[in-house]
T-cell receptor, first 111, second 115 residues
Framework: DGGITQSPKYLFRKEGQNVTLSCEQN?????MYWYRQDPGQGLRLIYY???????QKGDIAEGYSVSREKKESFPLTVTSAQKNPTAFYLC??????????FGNGTRLTVT | AQKVTQAQTEISVVEKEDVTLDCVYE???????LFWYKQPPSGELVFLIR??????QNEISGRYSWNFQKSTSSFNFTITASQVVDSAVYFC????????????FGQGTTLQVKP
């Protein structure tokens, strides 16, 4: 079955450490997205990529970085510059004309 | 600027009651799409419906129905005869006419259906 795989489901890090969240899709979708979810704030867009080797900042890109070396993969790195990294992170993909298809999310806790 | 507002933060109903989740949006685009997603406790977002701005027909899918009114910039979602399994966070979202595909989400409404 096609889908989006985010790993791990739960991630714990110490403050000051960079951490990379994995997102893989086998839907052959061109576009991929990273959203952050905080209680009471809905989902906010971090980065998105419409094609391999290209990506754009979303509304809250500061403190994050991404790469898109393969169509199937869009990893997100949460750097030590991100002031409040503890959140639920959702990866999504789509192709033009289709709704966003979401992964199961990674819950990151930084202490 | 584009914006989606879900004014209801939390709603609690008893099973079999009908419940309406409100969604109001803002956009200057003439072509746009509206979506509803459901987020159960497991965390993934499940797509429920997509409407384009030129189609104001109401839609019904089983116990779910959607009322799209451009005149009031609203896209409300009604669950008829609610069930405990409907308990989740529901998000309304907007996609404008740009070809980026990105969605603007509302804050979400947490629905609790009690037995």
């Amino acid at each position: 079955d096609g889908g989006i795989t985010q790993s791990p489901k739960y991630l714990f890090r110490k403050e000051g450490q960079n951490v990379t969240l994995s997102c893989e899709q086998n839907l052959n979708h061109d576009a991929m997205y990273w959203y952050r979810q905080d209680p009471g704030q809905g989902l906010r867009l971090i980065y998105y990529s419409q094609i391999v080797n290209d990506f754009q900042k979303g509304d809250i890109a500061e403190g994050y970085s991404v790469s898109r070396e393969k169509k199937e993969s869009f990893p997100l790195t949460v750097t030590s510059a991100q002031k409040n990294p503890t959140a639920f992170y959702l990866c999504a993909s789509s192709t033009w004309g289709t709704p966003l298809h979401f992964g199961n999310g990674t819950r990151l806790t930084v202490t | 600027a584009q914006k989606v507002t879900q004014a209801q933060t939390e709603i609690s109903v008893v099973e079999k009651e009908d419940v309406t989740l409100d969604c109001v949006y803002e956009t200057r685009d003439t072509t746009y799409y509206l979506f509803w997603y459901k987020q159960p406790p497991s965390g993934e977002l499940v797509f429920l419906i997509r409407r384009n701005s030129f189609d104001e027909q109401n839609e019904i899918s089983g116990r779910y129905s959607w009322n799209f009114q451009k005149s009031t910039s609203s896209f409300n979602f009604t669950i008829t005869a609610s069930q405990v399994v409907d308990s989740a966070v529901y998000f309304c979202a907007l996609r404008g006419s740009s070809n980026t595909g990105k969605l603007i989400f509302g804050q979400g409404t947490t629905l609790q259906v009690k037995p």
